[in-house]
Protein backbone atom coordinates (compact mmCIF):
# COMPACT_ATOMS: atom_id res chain seq x y z
CA UNK A 1 0.00 0.00 0.00
CA UNK A 2 1.37 3.77 -1.40
CA UNK A 3 0.51 6.29 1.49
CA UNK A 4 1.08 9.63 1.00
CA UNK A 5 -0.48 10.17 -2.81
CA UNK A 6 -3.30 11.96 -1.85
CA UNK A 7 -0.56 14.79 -0.90
CA UNK A 8 1.36 14.75 -3.84
CA UNK A 9 -2.09 15.25 -6.19
CA UNK A 10 -3.12 18.33 -3.88
CA UNK A 11 0.48 19.93 -4.69
CA UNK A 12 -0.16 19.08 -8.17
CA UNK A 13 -3.37 20.23 -8.39
CA UNK A 14 -2.71 23.72 -6.36
CA UNK A 15 0.38 24.06 -9.02
CA UNK A 16 -2.04 23.70 -11.99
CA UNK A 17 -4.68 26.03 -10.16
CA UNK A 18 -1.59 28.37 -9.38
CA UNK A 19 -0.69 28.66 -13.50
CA UNK A 20 -4.10 28.99 -14.55
CA UNK A 21 -5.00 32.14 -12.39
CA UNK A 22 -1.48 33.32 -13.95
CA UNK A 23 -2.39 32.84 -17.36
CA UNK A 24 -6.13 33.91 -17.13
CA UNK A 25 -4.44 37.33 -15.27
CA UNK A 26 -1.94 37.66 -18.05
CA UNK A 27 -4.56 37.26 -20.54
CA UNK A 28 -6.92 39.63 -18.93
CA UNK A 29 -4.46 42.26 -19.17
CA UNK A 30 -3.45 41.39 -22.99
CA UNK A 31 -7.06 41.75 -23.15
CA UNK A 32 -7.42 45.23 -21.06
CA UNK A 33 -4.53 46.88 -23.18
CA UNK A 34 -6.04 45.54 -26.38
CA UNK A 35 -9.98 46.98 -25.62
CA UNK A 36 -8.35 50.72 -24.94
CA UNK A 37 -6.37 50.92 -27.84
CA UNK A 38 -9.26 50.02 -29.71
CA UNK A 39 -11.27 52.38 -28.04
CA UNK A 40 -8.62 55.12 -28.72
CA UNK A 41 -8.67 54.16 -32.15
CA UNK A 42 -12.36 54.79 -32.42
CA UNK A 43 -12.21 58.00 -31.53
CA UNK A 44 -9.69 59.32 -33.85
CA UNK A 45 -11.53 57.44 -36.62
CA UNK A 46 -14.74 59.52 -35.74
CA UNK A 47 -12.59 62.86 -35.59
CA UNK A 48 -11.23 62.27 -38.62
CA UNK A 49 -14.85 61.63 -39.79
CA UNK A 50 -15.61 65.25 -38.36
CA UNK A 51 -13.37 67.10 -39.43
CA UNK A 52 -13.73 65.65 -43.59
CA UNK A 53 -16.87 66.74 -43.28
CA UNK A 54 -16.03 70.34 -41.29
CA UNK A 55 -18.66 68.70 -37.95
CA UNK A 56 -15.75 70.51 -35.58
CA UNK A 57 -18.74 71.84 -33.04
CA UNK A 58 -17.20 70.68 -29.74
CA UNK A 59 -15.23 68.30 -31.01
CA UNK A 60 -12.05 69.76 -29.21
CA UNK A 61 -12.27 71.79 -25.69
CA UNK A 62 -12.08 74.98 -25.63
CA UNK A 63 -9.80 76.83 -23.71
CA UNK A 64 -7.54 80.15 -23.47
CA UNK A 65 -4.61 78.79 -25.27
CA UNK A 66 -2.71 82.82 -25.23
CA UNK A 67 -1.98 82.25 -28.39
CA UNK A 68 -3.49 84.25 -31.52
CA UNK A 69 -5.30 82.55 -34.37
CA UNK A 70 -5.97 83.66 -37.85
CA UNK A 71 -9.54 83.87 -39.64
CA UNK A 72 -10.85 80.05 -39.83
CA UNK A 73 -8.16 78.96 -37.66
CA UNK A 74 -9.20 76.68 -34.60
CA UNK A 75 -6.85 74.88 -31.87
CA UNK A 76 -6.71 71.14 -32.18
CA UNK A 77 -4.27 70.75 -28.91
CA UNK A 78 -2.19 72.80 -26.58
CA UNK A 79 0.54 70.83 -25.44
CA UNK A 80 1.84 72.40 -22.45
CA UNK A 81 6.15 71.74 -21.00
CA UNK A 82 8.12 71.26 -24.33
CA UNK A 83 11.21 71.93 -25.90
CA UNK A 84 11.83 73.73 -29.08
CA UNK A 85 14.33 71.16 -30.96
CA UNK A 86 16.98 72.77 -33.92
CA UNK A 87 19.70 70.96 -35.58
CA UNK A 88 22.79 73.13 -34.95
CA UNK A 89 26.55 71.84 -35.20
CA UNK A 90 28.95 70.72 -32.67
CA UNK A 91 32.45 72.78 -33.13
CA UNK A 92 35.09 71.96 -35.72
CA UNK A 93 38.92 71.20 -35.73
CA UNK A 94 41.56 71.65 -37.98
CA UNK A 95 43.80 68.40 -38.37
CA UNK A 96 46.28 67.25 -40.21
CA UNK A 97 49.66 69.86 -41.74
CA UNK A 98 52.90 70.07 -41.41
CA UNK A 99 54.60 73.49 -41.77
CA UNK A 100 58.07 71.77 -42.99
CA UNK A 101 61.55 73.58 -42.82
CA UNK A 102 62.56 76.44 -44.74
CA UNK A 103 66.88 76.73 -45.38
CA UNK A 104 68.67 79.18 -47.79
CA UNK A 105 70.19 78.19 -50.90
CA UNK A 106 71.97 81.78 -52.27
CA UNK A 107 72.03 85.01 -50.86
CA UNK A 108 68.68 85.93 -50.03
CA UNK A 109 66.83 82.60 -51.82
CA UNK A 110 64.93 80.19 -49.20
CA UNK A 111 63.32 76.94 -50.29
CA UNK A 112 60.73 75.66 -48.29
CA UNK A 113 59.87 72.08 -48.13
CA UNK A 114 58.68 68.56 -46.71
CA UNK A 115 54.71 71.01 -45.91
CA UNK A 116 51.88 69.64 -46.16
CA UNK A 117 47.78 70.57 -46.02
CA UNK A 118 46.04 69.90 -43.33
CA UNK A 119 42.03 69.73 -43.77
CA UNK A 120 39.33 71.34 -41.54
CA UNK A 121 36.73 68.49 -39.85
CA UNK A 122 33.16 70.05 -39.43
CA UNK A 123 31.74 69.21 -36.03
CA UNK A 124 28.85 66.20 -36.03
CA UNK A 125 25.24 67.68 -36.25
CA UNK A 126 22.81 66.83 -33.61
CA UNK A 127 19.42 67.79 -32.86
CA UNK A 128 19.41 70.05 -29.57
CA UNK A 129 16.62 71.44 -27.33
CA UNK A 130 17.17 75.47 -27.51
CA UNK A 131 14.04 76.35 -25.37
CA UNK A 132 11.28 75.34 -23.14
CA UNK A 133 7.70 76.15 -23.78
CA UNK A 134 4.33 75.52 -24.74
CA UNK A 135 3.30 74.62 -28.35
CA UNK A 136 -0.59 74.71 -29.97
CA UNK A 137 -1.54 72.38 -32.66
CA UNK A 138 -4.01 74.19 -35.20
CA UNK A 139 -5.64 73.19 -38.30
CA UNK A 140 -3.32 75.55 -40.05
CA UNK A 141 0.08 74.97 -38.67
CA UNK A 142 1.82 74.29 -35.24
CA UNK A 143 3.27 77.56 -33.01
CA UNK A 144 6.07 77.53 -30.31
CA UNK A 145 6.29 79.62 -27.53
CA UNK A 146 8.94 79.62 -25.22
CA UNK A 147 10.91 81.77 -22.55
CA UNK A 148 13.31 82.45 -25.51
CA UNK A 149 12.46 81.27 -28.36
CA UNK A 150 9.15 81.37 -30.72
CA UNK A 151 8.72 79.43 -33.58
CA UNK A 152 5.64 77.97 -36.20
CA UNK A 153 5.61 75.72 -38.53
CA UNK A 154 3.14 76.17 -41.65
CA UNK A 155 1.52 72.97 -42.93
CA UNK A 156 1.47 74.43 -46.21
CA UNK A 157 5.72 74.94 -46.36
CA UNK A 158 6.43 71.35 -44.88
CA UNK A 159 8.66 68.90 -47.02
CA UNK A 160 8.56 66.39 -44.26
CA UNK A 161 7.32 65.79 -40.81
CA UNK A 162 8.94 63.01 -39.27
CA UNK A 163 7.95 60.83 -35.87
CA UNK A 164 9.70 59.79 -32.83
CA UNK A 165 9.37 56.85 -30.54
CA UNK A 166 10.86 58.38 -27.73
CA UNK A 167 8.19 61.58 -28.18
CA UNK A 168 9.37 64.04 -30.59
CA UNK A 169 8.63 65.64 -34.06
CA UNK A 170 10.74 67.18 -36.26
CA UNK A 171 10.16 69.48 -39.28
CA UNK A 172 11.46 69.82 -42.42
CA UNK A 173 10.49 73.17 -44.26
CA UNK A 174 10.37 74.80 -47.36
CA UNK A 175 13.13 77.74 -47.53
CA UNK A 176 14.40 76.46 -44.05
CA UNK A 177 18.08 75.12 -43.88
CA UNK A 178 17.90 73.07 -40.60
CA UNK A 179 16.10 70.82 -39.35
CA UNK A 180 13.78 71.83 -36.45
CA UNK A 181 10.99 70.84 -33.95
CA UNK A 182 9.51 70.06 -30.27
CA UNK A 183 9.80 67.75 -27.76
CA UNK A 184 6.33 66.44 -25.43
CA UNK A 185 7.73 62.64 -24.05
CA UNK A 186 6.83 59.41 -24.97
CA UNK A 187 3.91 59.58 -22.34
CA UNK A 188 1.82 61.19 -24.66
CA UNK A 189 3.67 60.67 -27.65
CA UNK A 190 0.75 59.00 -29.50
CA UNK A 191 -2.21 61.69 -28.66
CA UNK A 192 0.04 64.27 -30.09
CA UNK A 193 1.30 62.80 -33.00
CA UNK A 194 -2.15 62.06 -34.50
CA UNK A 195 -2.88 66.03 -33.34
CA UNK A 196 -0.38 66.90 -35.25
CA UNK A 197 -1.43 64.69 -38.41
CA UNK A 198 -5.29 65.72 -38.20
CA UNK A 199 -3.95 69.42 -38.32
CA UNK A 200 -1.65 68.74 -41.39
CA UNK A 201 -4.46 66.64 -43.12
CA UNK A 202 -7.46 69.67 -42.81
CA UNK A 203 -4.97 72.07 -43.78
CA UNK A 204 -3.49 69.70 -47.07
CA UNK A 205 -7.41 68.27 -47.29
CA UNK A 206 -6.19 64.52 -47.31
CA UNK A 207 -8.28 63.71 -44.41
CA UNK A 208 -9.72 60.35 -46.90
CA UNK A 209 -6.04 59.63 -46.75
CA UNK A 210 -5.49 59.87 -42.94
CA UNK A 211 -8.86 57.84 -42.10
CA UNK A 212 -7.26 54.93 -44.92
CA UNK A 213 -4.46 54.49 -43.05
CA UNK A 214 -6.71 54.34 -39.34
CA UNK A 215 -8.34 52.12 -41.11
CA UNK A 216 -5.66 49.78 -41.85
CA UNK A 217 -4.62 49.94 -38.37
CA UNK A 218 -8.10 48.72 -37.66
CA UNK A 219 -7.92 46.00 -39.36
CA UNK A 220 -4.26 44.87 -37.94
CA UNK A 221 -5.66 45.48 -34.35
CA UNK A 222 -8.05 43.58 -34.64
CA UNK A 223 -6.32 40.57 -36.10
CA UNK A 224 -4.30 40.54 -33.11
CA UNK A 225 -7.02 40.89 -30.30
CA UNK A 226 -6.43 38.06 -27.51
CA UNK A 227 -8.03 35.77 -26.63
CA UNK A 228 -10.19 36.29 -23.39
CA UNK A 229 -9.43 34.31 -20.15
CA UNK A 230 -11.28 31.57 -19.11
CA UNK A 231 -14.18 31.64 -17.15
CA UNK A 232 -14.31 31.06 -13.22
CA UNK A 233 -13.90 27.87 -11.94
CA UNK A 234 -12.77 26.37 -15.50
CA UNK A 235 -9.05 24.87 -15.58
CA UNK A 236 -6.99 25.91 -18.91
CA UNK A 237 -8.28 23.66 -21.79
CA UNK A 238 -11.59 22.54 -19.81
CA UNK A 239 -14.95 23.28 -21.82
CA UNK A 240 -17.77 23.89 -20.04
CA UNK A 241 -21.15 21.26 -20.20
Known amino acids: MVVGMGLFSNIKQRRVQKEALEQAST ?19 NVVERCGKNDIAG ?54 TGATKGKFIPGDESITSISDGDVLITNKRAMFRGDVNNKEWLYSKLMACEHHPEGYTTF ?68 PR
Open 27 to 45: QQSQLSTWSAQSEKLDVMV
Open 59 to 112: LFDPCDTGFILKKGEYAIGLIANCSLLETRRAPGSYQGGYGGVSFPIYGKIRIH
Open 172 to 239: AVSGQVKTTGFSYGSDVASEVQFRLELGIAVSNETTDQLLAQLQVERQQLDAKKPLPPPAPGLSNGEN
